[in-house]
């Protein structure tokens, strides 16, 4: 099971930290993402890492703004924004998966959140 937390109501510049945590079982020999989803659109990844070494991955749209990192020994995932635009609102989706492949697309989780939902006013 994934729990994600976090969400809420920001201005245009300012930071959330977005928190998912996995219980039931670990994910060691893969990854886990953050994905969104805003009104109308399709789903689209955000940042992921890897467990095991640690290695992030980020869509073009986020970069430098967005930083993903792991707790091991929570199992749990963390997503820091900072600069929010109005542009990232969205329902924020984790998710995991024991594979490290199709680290960018959907496909690759068989696990997924509940979702939280991120809105930036501007």
């Known amino acids: 099971q994934l729990q994600a937390s976090g969400g809420g109501l920001v201005q245009a510049g300012g930071s959330l930290r977005l928190s998912c945590a996995a219980s039931g079982r670990t994910f060691s020999n893969g990854k886990m993402g953050w994905f969104r989803q805003a009104p109308g659109k399709e789903r689209e990844f955000v940042a992921a890492?890897?467990?095991?070494?640690?290695?992030?991955f980020y869509a073009d749209s986020v970069k430098g703004r967005f930083t993903i990192s792991r707790d091991n020994a929570k199992n749990t995932v963390y997503l820091q924004m900072n600069s929010l635009k109005p542009e990232d609102t969205a329902v924020y989706y984790c998710?995991?998966?024991?594979?490290?492949?199709?680290?960018?697309?959907?496909?690759?989780?068989?696990?997924w959140g509940q979702g939280t939902l991120v809105t930036v006013s501007s």
């Open positions: 998710a995991a998966a024991n594979a490290i492949v199709r680290i960018t697309t959907t496909t690759g989780y068989g696990y």
């Open positions: 890492v890897t467990w095991g070494g640690g290695s992030t």
